[in-house]
């Protein structure tokens, strides 16, 4: 019996999805890197195409819940229209710095070089993170040296909360 032998998934088609997803995995309690796949939501034996809106970067232990239907296709749809909504309103900088914060103790801060605050601009406007600035202090070709600190706010633990909390189909 023969096989029916799938194409590959175009270059640019899955370069447009793992940027997408800023090559990482796209469930966002997940976010792995090390290794990502490229999934069919509807699944490939019953579309037979790769077509974007069909696709989204899995880690291969996301990919295999998804697969066995432990993460169903309605799940995956929002997780990759959520992927749009966050990366068109921050960078993925940004969403990974949100998700650092949101790791520390409610009461801890993370230190932050003063002079990179426009990379997370965005966060701060927004409230979803509080800059906390530092007196100058040592000056190095006028550009103060010592760290400022950046913190996450009720606000941006809500905003994380809120991507975690979708109904994943367990």
């Known amino acids: 019996m023969m096989t029916e032998q799938r194409e590959k998934i175009l270059i640019q088609l899955r370069r447009r999805v793992l ?13 792995e890197m090390s290794t990502v796949d490229i999934h069919h939501i509807v699944p ?11 696709l989204i970067a899995l880690c291969p232990n996301c990919h295999r819940m998804a697969d ?12 990759k229209n959520n992927l749009r909504f966050l990366y068109d309103k921050y960078t993925i900088f940004e969403i990974d710095v949100l998700f650092d ?8 801060a993370m230190q932050f070089p003063s ?13 979803l993170i509080e ?8 000056t190095i070709g006028g550009m103060k040296a010592n760290p ?11 905003y994380i909360k809120q991507i975690n909390t979708e109904d994943v189909g367990y």
């Open 19 to 31: 940027v997408e997803a800023g090559h990482r995995c796209a469930i966002p309690t997940c976010r």
């Open 44 to 54: 490939w034996k019953e579309g037979k195409e790769h077509k974007y809106e069909n």
């Open 68 to 79: 066995n239907e432990k993460i169903d296709r309605k799940s995956l749809r929002m997780y």
């Open 101 to 108: 914060l949101n790791k520390l103790p409610d009461d801890k």
């Open 115 to 127: 002079y990179l605050i426009l990379l997370i601009k965005r966060l701060i406007e927004t409230g």
């Open 131 to 138: 800059w906390i600035q530092t007196p100058q202090g040592v």
């Open 148 to 158: 400022d600190y950046i913190k996450i706010t009720s606000k941006g633990q809500e």
